[in-house]
């Protein structure tokens, strides 16, 4: 047995997606959403006010102790939840905490284009189930926007596992991040593959965690050489069928 466990990121890997988060429509929705429930935001004070919240957020973080290890996080990562929640809490509103995960919903509904699985992606989770391996999800993301991104593509129930970035205020490449593989999963890394389509989050913190690595090249981009990193697997087409393909000498 080759590897035992698989380790998936998600976006650009998994699922093809297309947000505009950052469009002039979005923040003119959202400037809404908060004003009609008494926290009266401009648009143009809703983008800056967000941005604000978000740098001072990661600053926080960046160089603070990791409760449960005493590591120091080195890569951090926001909660959008939380965000949502101090922008309604500075204009005084009530249900904060509410408001904050339907407006995480609400955001992602309305600034994702497209979103869909790549094709193959049920026909490689099938032969590794089949196998008796183990499927993770280890990616950078935020619970509320991908929650609701897994349940529409139909993926949430097909992990062993699912470990999303906002929960612990770290993200990939952190050593951290990685690490709750073993501590809630009993995934080691020797005996696990981490499959991801960018090269500085995905193989980068594969390399320091130890673990073997895939490089599903789904943007040029992401996949862009960085010197000392590098995969153990390319899927250079970024394809599942070239997956497949490279799949029997993976479980081997």
Known sequence: MKYKNFVFDLYGTLVDVFTEEDSEQTNEKM???????????TPEQFKDSFRRCSKWQKKKRENSIYAP???????????VEQIYEELFEVKDVCLRRNYACEAARYYREISTVRLSLYPGVHDVFDQLRKAGRGIYLLSNAQREYTV?????????????????????GCRKPDPIFFGELTRQFNVQPEESLMIGNDRSSDIYGANLFGMDSC???SSKELAAPIEGVESTYTIESGTYQEFLKLLPTLLS
Do not use: N
């Not at 290890?69 to 909660?79: L, S």
């Not at 993926?155 to 612990?168: E, H, K, R």
């Open 215 to 217: 490089l599903f090249v």
């Open 69 to 79: 290890t005493g590591e120091v996080i080195r890569f951090p990562e926001m909660d």
């Open 148 to 168: 609701r991104d897994l349940e529409l593509v139909g993926l949430i129930a097909l992990f062993d596992g699912i470990l999303l970035s906002s929960d612990y």
């Open 31 to 41: 400037a809404a959403f908060f004003t009609e429930r008494g926290a009266t935001y």
